[in-house]
């Protein structure tokens, strides 16, 4: 049996590929990084709350703490498109698209800069979202396959096929 994805690593499969990295090898530390975040929010809103009395006044000091918050609050929100952005950024040029063959004894990914192969054993934690299947290999590596660009069969014949292959049981991210 054999299954090809075409993926076109593009912001939104790049966003998927952070989320997943977040919500499963990075979750204990994301949590910690939301925790202290949210804490610094709000110390930095009751440090200006405290300080006003008859008005607010806009001290040089007020604004970098307000603009520290808010810049920490829009990371806390928008994370994973960020890193996403980063990711893309980083790419090398001619892997913005990706057709990955997969059969019995591993699988292998092609781009216009080259070809890599792997063995399943190197797959850490398998996810899925609606629209991608992302494998992660660590905390800072993940590769998405786009569901709707399968060929060789259906979605759930791959999911049984991977989770057979690798060992592991795919993790539903939402």
Same mark, same amino acid.
């Given at each position: ?5 075409? @993926? ?6 790049? $966003? ?6 977040? /919500? @499963?090898?990075?979750? *204990? ?23 006003? %009395? ?6 040089? =000091?007020?604004?970098? $703490? ?14 994973? *498109? ?6 893309? /950024?980083?790419?090398?040029?001619? $892997?913005? %698209?990706? /057709?990955?063959?997969?059969?019995? #004894?591993?699988?292998?990914?092609? $781009?216009?800069?080259?070809? @890599?192969?792997? =063995? ?7 996810? #899925?979202? *609606? ?17 709707? =660009?399968?060929?060789?069969? @259906?979605?759930?014949?791959?999911? =049984? ?12 991210? %939402?």
């Amino acid at each position: 049996m054999e299954f090809i994805f075409e @993926t076109t690593y593009n912001q939104k499969a790049l $966003t998927t590929m952070a989320k997943g990295v977040r /919500k @499963t090898a990075r979750k *204990k530390r994301t949590k910690r990084s939301h925790i202290f975040g949210w804490i610094v929010i709000a110390l930095a809103l009751l440090l200006t709350l405290a300080d006003i %009395k008859d008005g607010i006044e806009f001290t040089a =000091n007020r604004i970098i $703490t307000l603009v520290a918050a808010l810049v920490i609050f829009i990371v806390l929100i928008f994370e994973d *498109k960020i890193n996403g952005y980063v990711a893309r /950024k980083r790419m090398l040029p001619g $892997t913005e %698209k990706s /057709k990955a063959t997969f059969t019995e #004894e591993g699988f292998h990914s092609e $781009t216009d800069v080259g070809k @890599t192969e792997w =063995n399943y054993d190197r797959v850490l934690i398998l996810a #899925e979202t *609606k629209d991608y299947f992302i494998f992660v290999f660590s905390t800072s590596h993940a590769q998405v396959y786009d569901k709707n =660009n399968l060929s060789g069969g @259906t979605v759930d014949e791959f999911r =049984n096929f991977i989770c057979e292959r690798t060992g592991k049981t795919m993790t539903t991210i %939402k």
